[in-house]
């Protein structure tokens, strides 16, 4: 057993202190990378937003639907699916103290009489309000309405 382990560390070993060598290497360019773009990050964000009185909220999302869907049909809108639920927004404390919901964009219910699913992404909130570029899945249900 012991000869077997030795083989095992003294054969090639040119092979694996080159390995070693390499894979550190890469370990420190990986490091060196990482470190730069959150410095890039950094610098932008203390670019673009003042530095006092910045906050994050977190809003739910809400739907915005427009048309009129085929008759008979309405949207259930105590069903309807938002994923995510919400988003984080940055801005001034005094902007966002006013801002309780962000909403989609539109999204057309026109001549629909059943379920279905739409990727739509955020509508702006406000200038000075800053946002991820967020698509959200709306999951609108249809329901039959007596008229």
Known sequence: ????????????????????ILALALWFYIVKELNTGSEEERQFLNKVLPQ????????????????KPRWGYGV???????????????????????????YTMPVDVGGAYKPFTKS?????IAPGV???????QVTVPMEKVNR
Do not use: H, W
């Open 52 to 67: 006092e009185g910045v906050v994050a909220k977190r809003l739910s999302i809400r739907p915005i639907f427009v048309g």
């Open 1 to 20: 057993m012991f000869n077997l382990l030795r083989q095992f560390f003294e054969k090639n070993i040119g092979f694996k202190i080159t390995a070693l």
């Open 120 to 124: 739509v992404p955020l509508s702006p």
């Open 130 to 136: 800053y946002m991820e570029e967020t698509l959200v």
């Open 76 to 102: 259930d809108n105590k069903n309807v699916a938002i994923v995510p639920e919400y988003c984080i927004v940055v801005g001034t404390k005094e902007l966002l103290g006013k801002i309780r919901f962000a």
